[in-house]
């Protein structure tokens, strides 16, 4: 089988990949999305010689060039390519209200969630979710970017500065928890690996942020939410982050469609980039 790698560069993720899929006798070769072309009426499209095409990581750019990007992962779907994720998965997990819409609408539970464009509408929202409210960038991961507002006034300021520079507000109540949550990996609809993230001196739990970790056996409730949150998202391989509150109740707060695995494969002793080429050569098979 041969494998697209497509990313923003070739570091730990992109060499893992390369690494098993040499042990497992496939071939894999890294492509860097900023150097891709295609034609239209005489295709010169170097991922349609490949079998399946991995989506790795996508690099900062202009609109058209990230909108030009997920074209090329549609047209190839449209060929009848093995692309994974596919390109709405992406898109959708790339966009933290479609994910929480996604998610809300078939019943997943997340944190009440209020998204706007303006800071009159975001400090009622404010008010409704009880005065303690964590705002995210519509699009961002690993904890960048995230703050915890509890006063009026921040918030206020906050919301205008956000307005003012043409931001999406997505502002989440905040959920009281025990210190940790966990990071399921799923792939083909099955937890491969999952970990407890413990927050240390912060309310964030992201490794990125200075999480701790340690391995963990999902229970079967546990992992039956994981896997239903990445059918949801139309996610094949996904990274889902699920938090306790104070009584134990489960919401999932993220779902990554590009889940990064070094924390997790280190800490659970698997090797997560076997199981993923070993997914792409099961599924290109069908």
Avoid at 253 to 276: F, S
Wanted: charged content about 20%; glycine content about 8%.
């Amino acid at each position: 089988m041969r494998i697209a790698i497509l990313s923003g560069g070739t570091g730990w993720h992109v060499q893992d990949v390369l690494r098993a899929a040499k042990d497992l006798r496939h071939e894999a070769t890294a492509f860097d999305f900023r150097q891709l072309a295609t034609g239209v009426h005489t295709l010169r499209d170097i991922l349609m010689n490949f079998d399946a095409i991995l989506v790795r990581t996508m690099p900062a750019g202009s609109l058209e060039q990230i909108v030009f990007r997920m074209d090329l992962l549609h047209e190839a779907v449209a060929r009848g390519q093995l692309v994974v994720n596919p390109p709405r998965a992406v898109e959708v997990c790339v966009d933290k209200y479609l994910t929480t819409a996604r998610l809300a609408r078939a019943g997943i539970p997340t944190p009440p969630t209020a998204v706007c464009q303006r800071s009159e509408e975001a400090m009622s929202a404010f008010a409704d979710l009880g005065r303690d409210v964590v705002v995210k960038p519509l699009f961002g991961a690993e904890g960048r970017g995230m703050c915890r507002l509890t006063d009026g006034e921040t918030a206020w300021r906050t919301f205008r500065v956000l307005e003012q520079t043409g931001q999406v507000i997505y502002l989440q109540q905040f959920v009281a928890h025990p210190g940790w949550d966990l990071r399921a990996f799923v792939i083909g609809g099955r937890v491969v690996g999952a970990m407890r993230r413990i927050a240390r001196n912060d309310w964030r739990t992201n490794v990125a942020q200075g999480g701790l970790v340690e391995p963990v056996q999902l229970q079967p409730a546990e992992q039956e939410l994981a896997r239903r949150a990445a059918e949801v998202v139309g996610c094949w391989i996904a990274g889902v982050d699920l938090l306790p509150d104070i009584t134990g109740a489960l919401y999932v707060i993220e779902v990554n469609a590009v889940p990064g695995w070094k924390a997790l494969a280190a800490t659970c002793g698997v090797d997560i980039a076997q199981k993923v080429v070993q997914f792409l050569a099961q599924e290109a098979d069908r």
